[in-house]
């Protein structure tokens, strides 16, 4: 059967072959599967400068998972010179969030290409339309939802002092993150306590303090 799918998929044009192995993984996301397995997903989420993307890289170096950054995946989308980056480019700069289905479609696509069946998503969902659109259109519950609580001042801090060079990480833009989060991301973050689905881990701490709180959450669910 399968031999016979590869023989008849090389008589089809390629742009025709690619969308149907896309249409076939999109199911499989759908139906929760990857490869036979089922796909994982863990959300990541916390204050701008909490330390999300310095602690999923250590989780994807000790764990195998594949780390998606939503923020990530949207400044990639504005350097590509997509027709939604100006406008994405715009609400970043002013601390807002860009609108579900934008940034959805992307984390969509990311999970198809990974082809793995663990993900940590970091920074999503960061509002209630996020996280309701995410749960319809992509239909897979998390295993946890993984919180770095940290307090304002060292987030302020963190940032002032990333030197990534982000258009976002100035002090007017990040009071309006923060602002942003604590009314929009933190209800996200209580929905989920609510459900009994939070890890909350203390992430003041320096950086490889708070990994050893990861990874014993981490271990224990391997
Ligand atoms: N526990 C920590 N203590 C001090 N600085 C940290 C800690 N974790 C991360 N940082 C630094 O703070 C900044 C923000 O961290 P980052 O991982 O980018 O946070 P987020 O993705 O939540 O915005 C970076 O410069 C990072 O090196
Ligand atoms: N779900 C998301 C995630 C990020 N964004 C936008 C708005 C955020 O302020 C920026 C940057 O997000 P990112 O997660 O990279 O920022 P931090 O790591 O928390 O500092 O991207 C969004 O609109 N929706
Ligand atoms: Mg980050």
């Given at each position: 059967?399968?031999g016979g799918?590869?023989?008849s998929?090389?008589l ?5 072959v ?13 139906e ?7 796909v ?13 993307g310095?602690?999923?890289?250590n989780?994807v170096?000790?764990f195998?998972?594949?780390?998606l ?5 949207l400044r990639?989308e504005?350097n ?5 980056g ?10 807002k ?13 990311a ?8 993900y940590?998503?970091d920074?999503f969902p960061r ?5 309701v ?6 239909n ?33 833009t ?8 604590v009314?929009s991301s933190?209800?996200?973050i ?5 459900k ?5 881990i203390?992430?003041?701490?320096p ?16």
């Amino acid at each position: 059967m399968r031999g016979g799918l590869v023989a008849s998929a090389r008589l089809l044009p390629r742009p025709l072959v690619r969308w149907f192995l896309q249409r076939r993984a999109q199911q499989d996301i759908n139906e929760n599967m990857s490869g036979g397995k089922k796909v994982k997903i863990i959300f990541v989420l916390g204050g701008p400068g909490s330390g999300k993307g310095t602690q999923c890289s250590n989780i994807v170096e000790h764990f195998g998972f594949i780390h998606l950054s939503a923020g990530e995946l949207l400044r990639a989308e504005i350097n590509s010179g997509s027709e939604n980056g100006t406008m994405i480019d715009t609400i970043i700069k002013e601390g807002k969030i860009v609108p579900s289905e934008i940034t959805i479609k992307l984390l969509q696509e990311a999970i198809i290409k990974g082809g793995n069946d663990k993900y940590i998503i970091d920074g999503f969902p960061r509002n209630e339309e996020n996280r309701v659109v995410f749960e319809s259109v992509i239909n897979i519950s998390p295993e946890f939802v993984l919180f770095f609580d940290c307090s304002e001042e060292e987030m302020e801090r963190r940032l002032l002092g990333r030197n990534q060079g982000r258009s976002d990480d100035n002090i007017e833009t990040i009071r309006k993150r923060l602002k942003v989060f604590v009314e929009s991301s933190l209800p996200v973050i209580e929905y989920y306590e609510s459900k009994g689905m939070v890890k909350k881990i203390d992430a003041t701490k320096p950086a490889p303090e708070v990994f050893e709180d990861v990874k014993a959450i981490f271990t224990h669910m391997a």
